[in-house]
């Protein structure tokens, strides 16, 4: 399930600015607002993150739970990317999504993926940034395909998750054919720590 902390400096503020954000409307108006939020606490630094949330992981990328709406509209979730780590293409289980940089640097490869009559997908980069602290990206399925990587070579990264809902699995896409082409498989998702 993972660990709230209980000592997390700016966390109330988060938790009030997204309380009201998710309330907005649809899906466009409320990632918009929580894009708002993010970006506002984030450049300003105001969440001070405990340790045992930036410390990456050897193996891969770590998932930590920050807090859980109690009426379940929306969860908070930190990543720490060590370097070189990052994820596959995937979507976001059906959820809207809203990502924003804590600390650090993130490469961002946004795809389009489409089903073939056998099965299998194309999947086409449409677009890449560089993403740095405090800026945030909203995803609305089935626009959510993506790619996220530690830009930095040699320190780790974090970002700042915000999902409409539990996201306890996705679709990820990876390289199947000698002509480029993808196979889905879905991928359970769990908390580190």
């Known amino acids: 399930m993972g ?15 997204l309380d009201r954000s ?36 050897p193996e891969s990328y770590a998932r930590r739970l920050l807090h859980r709406d109690p009426a ?28 924003g940089v804590v600390d650090g640097e993130i490469a961002v490869t946004q795809y389009r993926v489409e089903g073939e009559a056998d099965g299998f997908y194309r999947v086409t980069p449409i677009g890449a940034l560089l993403a740095g602290i405090g800026s945030a990206g909203c995803l609305i399925p089935p626009t959510d395909h993506h790619v996220l990587a530690n830009a930095r070579p040699a320190t780790a990264s974090v970002t700042l998750h915000v999902y409409g809902g539990d996201l306890d699995d996705c679709k990820v896409f990876l390289p199947a054919t000698p002509d480029g082409r993808y196979a889905e498989t879905m991928k359970s998702l769990s908390f580190h720590e």
């Open 22 to 57: 998710v309330e907005a409307g649809d899906a466009g108006a409320i990632t918009a607002a929580v894009k708002a939020d993010l970006e506002h606490v984030l450049g300003a630094r105001a969440l001070a993150l405990p340790p045992q949330f930036t410390r990456p992981r």
């Open 3 to 17: 660990i709230v902390p209980t000592d997390c400096p700016g966390l109330a503020d988060l938790v009030a600015r």
């Open 72 to 99: 379940g509209r929306y969860t908070a979730i930190v990543m720490t990317w060590g370097p070189g780590q990052g994820t596959a293409v995937h979507d976001h289980g059906g959820l809207w999504c809203v990502e």
